[in-house]
């Protein structure tokens, strides 16, 4: 075997080979068992007891499944090969059954890691000479008829020929050129010898007419069932006597194992695929560029969230009974944004996320801003973003399946149930860590870094179309909102982007094309924003980034962002044609007084507000007078207000509140009698059902409000009076909803351990085990059938042992029950015994505790005197 084809792991002596998994985790350092736990969490939830059961654990056919569906490509190639290899395999077995007769080098160089990762996930136990793939595996990625191999191979010649009649056995053996033998199990062997022999398979394959091999060659890369006739060719009749094909059932033949791996040149995969695909750059731009661009989307990103609550500010749409928003509320939220509707549905879903919005909890129930959504507002504008970027970064909620349909067939909704998908924050993690994986300013091209995903977490089995697969659309819709919400810029990641993440400084690039952009301009140092925390390069993203590291990583990312967005303007640019421009974005009393004043026309890099009647009245109605909004244009324009703003505001003022709406149910008051002669005499009015009271008062049917908006679709300025006759100021109400916080993430399992509690749980297992293969004493009259079962004596004993070892200081094995009835084996050390309570040091828990003696099953003394 070639330098390049040793594995990593040193093979145990013969004597010392581990008979079972649990002996093979027992050998295994803490830094060895803290890999298999922070790969496989739910091995510790809850901590089991011994290695004993954590190798049953690691063996379950859910955990197993978890495990398996976790490693990447090559990694289960080899567990596949495993699977179809014989048990227990040599190295050498499974290095033929990978790289081929040929040995390729790329693939033999790279099983080594593959059987590192399995063995340290305690997939694959054993020696390198006696390689076992756990049993439940084996199961799993065995061939059967009803479960084909991903590898296309059969059963073997044995599993094959197991419901054959003796003399049908024989009979294949002498056509296949072997001298008979007495039983059927030394034929099988005889006959699983030949076809395993490269030489003799060479001279029988020979020996076989072109068109039967052809046959051959239709089976050997799977399927490897066929069908036949119940009298067949003569070219399959060949290979029947040969035992080349072997029956299962009536009409159905299957190509052995062992002659389809001949066939192959050894190998179980057409296809090995031992290194991962690399990323590609599709293109490339100055670093300097791409933050810009995606600090413009960041700044685009809070605007849209603003304008989303601030258009849900006095009550957003109803509740579905279901949960969620209805077609047609999404549909009039995509109008009010001016974006399509799943572009909406993702800005909904952020907010969401967030925190920053919540169902009220009335019983109309309607959604609305939360009062974080207050706080949030007070924030700079970095950090509003990286709030935006942390809470999408972490959840579970996905807004690319609104519109699609669940397994019962129903619509899923945005805010609605249904949409948690577990895998989403990973597939973001590891979409954005691809990117930072590239150099500074390259995007990246999307089939390679899709190939690149779904080598590192392949489905088993037959793979279904990749639009049908989910973490492919998760990568999509990604690499769509990262770009939507200013983590990328151009497709690529930005500064404040691999901040986020946590990421390292890329590199610029390689060789002469590192100083040149697409741009056509050159990209140096001074295009670059400063890194002010730099983690070692290929650290990539931690395992587990804690939350002090998370929180660190969001404020670095603002730090970097905000250099970047535009600084919010105190003026605006008044025009002739009664329109305001906002050439950037407003402080927030100039934004929120200009949106009462005026209507929004178009929205971008510049804000084009327009002055109406209805949009002055607006601002009278909320109490203004026409010298307040005179004196607040002239104090915020940079040009002198024009002449025709001024007498608009002036008209609208001179007419508003001239008519006073109120309850009667409803009237109009009005000093001037020729105007109400003017409403009554306006067909307009006939729906309000107008009759006159008095010369200056007149009733109506309808309600004060619907009165009130009845005038001024007519042209009037009416104003609405309280029982006193004072004049109604109406401001708009800002609706909230009682605290609420952000929606929890559905993790993906259970949770993958940190330090503190990885160290606790091999501590408490480690300890437990020793309880449990602590050497004991046996008495001379004990049963020899109730080795490893709980030790049972008399209490007068019990008491008895425990004073004495108090006395000698040793190390005693009890049984112990505890309150809720469970059962536990424990090792301590005895220091006090004393109204019906003994006090240990207990070796199994690793600290002193008190133990009432009458819940000690028994007591038995160990053949050392420390465990």
Not at 576 to 591: E, H, I, M
Not at 712 to 720: D, E, I, L, S
Request: overall charge negative; charged content about 25%; aromatic content about 4%.
């Amino acid at each position: 075997m070639s330098t390049e084809e040793q594995p990593t792991t040193e093979s145990a002596p013969a004597g010392n080979a581990p008979r079972s998994l649990a002996e093979a985790l027992r050998a295994r350092d803490d830094a060895s068992l803290s890999a298999l736990l922070r790969a496989r969490p739910d091995l510790i939830t809850p901590v089991p007891t011994d290695l004993t059961q954590l190798a049953t654990r690691a063996g379950t056919r859910a955990s197993v499944v978890r495990a398996l569906e976790r490693l990447d490509r090559f990694a289960l190639q080899t567990a596949e090969a495993l699977a179809v290899a014989p048990e227990p395999a040599a190295y050498g077995d499974l290095l033929g059954l990978m790289a081929g007769d040929d040995r390729d080098p790329v693939t033999a160089g790279a099983l080594p890691r593959a059987l590192g990762t399995l063995r340290e996930q305690a997939l694959v136990w054993g020696g390198d000479d006696r390689l076992r793939l756990v049993r439940t595996a084996r199961e799993l990625l065995a061939p059967s008829a009803q479960h084909p191999s991903p590898t296309g191979l059969g059963p073997t010649v044995a599993e094959a020929t197991a419901g054959m009649s003796p003399g049908r056995i024989q009979e294949i053996v002498t056509a296949a050129g072997l001298a008979t033998t007495h039983d059927s199990v030394s034929a099988v062997a005889a006959l699983t010898e030949l076809f395993t022999d490269r030489g003799r398979m060479s001279a029988l394959l020979d020996e076989v007419p072109a068109d039967s091999l052809e046959v051959l060659s239709r089976l050997v890369w799977g399927p490897p069932y066929g069908q036949v006739t119940a009298d067949p060719a003569p070219r399959l009749r060949l290979l029947l006597d040969r035992g080349l094909l072997l029956p299962t059932a009536p009409g159905t033949v299957v190509l052995p194992r062992e002659v389809a791996l001949h066939l192959r040149a050894g190998r179980a995969h057409r296809e090995t695929r031992p290194l991962p695909p690399a990323v590609e750059a599709a293109a490339t731009h100055r670093p300097s560029m791409v933050d810009a661009t995606a600090a413009g989307q960041a700044y685009t990103a809070l605007a849209t969230v603003e304008e989303l609550l601030k258009d849900w500010d006095e009550g957003g749409p109803a509740v579905l009974r279901a949960g969620g928003l209805s077609v047609r509320d999404l549909k009039r939220t995509a109008v009010a944004l001016d974006v399509p509707e799943p572009v909406a549905a993702f800005w909904v879903e952020l907010a969401y996320a967030a925190g920053l919005l919540a169902s009220d909890g009335d019983p109309d129930e309607r959604y609305a801003a939360t009062p974080a959504y207050d706080e949030w507002l007070e924030l700079p504008a970095a950090e509003r973003w990286a709030r935006l970027a942390t809470a999408w970064l972490a959840a579970t909620r996905t807004a690319g399946l609104v519109g699609g349909r669940d397994a019962k067939d129903r619509t899923l909704s945005a805010l609605g149930p249904g949409l948690d998908r577990s895998a989403a924050p990973e597939v973001r993690q590891r979409v954005l860590a691809l990117l930072g994986t590239l150099p500074e300013g390259a995007s990246p091209d999307a089939g390679s870094l899709l190939a690149r995903l779904q080598w590192e977490r392949p489905l088993r089995g037959a793979r279904p179309a990749a639009d049908d697969d989910l973490r492919t659309r998760l990568a999509r819709w990604t690499l769509s909102e990262a770009e939507s919400l200013g983590v990328t810029g151009r497709g690529a990641l930005s500064s404040h982007g691999r901040a986020l993440l946590g990421l390292p400084a890329a590199d610029s690039g390689d060789g002469g094309d590192a100083g040149h952009s697409e741009d056509g301009e050159p990209s140096g140092p001074g295009d670059r924003l400063p890194v002010h925390r730099r983690r070692p390069a290929g650290a990539g993203v931690p395992a587990v980034r804690t939350a002090a590291e998370r929180a660190a990583d969001a404020e670095l990312a603002a730090r970097l962002l905000a250099p970047l967005l535009p600084e919010p303007l105190d003026h605006v640019l008044l025009q002739a044609d009664l329109t305001a421009v906002a050439p950037g974005p407003l402080r927030r009393p100039l934004a929120d007084m200009l949106g009462v004043l005026a209507d929004v026309e178009s929205k971008g890099g510049a804000t084009v507000y327009r002055f109406t009647p209805g949009s002055v009245r607006r601002a009278l109605d909320a109490g203004r007078a026409a010298s307040d909004l005179h004196a607040f244009l002239a104090e915020h324009s940079r040009t002198p207000v024009p002449q025709p703003l001024a007498y608009l505001i002036d008209d609208v003022a001179r007419r508003h509140g001239h008519l006073r709406i109120g309850a009667a149910s409803a009237y109009v008051r009005c000093d001037d009698d020729a105007l109400l002669n003017e409403i009554l005499a306006d067909k307009r009015s006939a729906g309000l059902r107008l009759r006159r009271l008095a010369p200056t008062v007149l009733a109506a049917q309808a309600d004060p409000a619907a009165l009130l908006e009845g005038l001024r679709a007519m042209g009037f300025a009416p104003a609405a009076e309280s029982a006193e006759g004072d004049v109604l100021i109406t401001r708009a109400h800002a609706r909230r909803t009682p605290p609420r916080s952000a929606p929890e993430p559905v993790p993906e399992g259970p949770p993958v351990p940190d330090a503190t509690l990885l160290g606790a749980a091999i501590r408490a297992v480690r300890a437990g085990d020793l309880a449990s293969t602590a050497p004991r004493r046996t008495p001379a009259d004990a049963d020899p059938g109730a080795a490893g079962e709980l030790p049972r004596t008399s209490a007068a004993e019990t008491l008895a042992t425990m004073q004495a070892a108090v006395l000698t200081g040793e190390s005693l094995w009890i049984g112990y029950v505890n309150a809720e009835g469970a059962a536990s084996q424990r090792v301590i050390a005895p220091v006090r015994v004393e109204g019906g309570f003994v006090t240990a040091y207990d070796h199994t828990a690793d600290e002193v505790r008190t133990y009432p003696l009458h819940r000690v099953t028994g007591v038995a003394e160990l053949a050392d005197e420390r465990p």
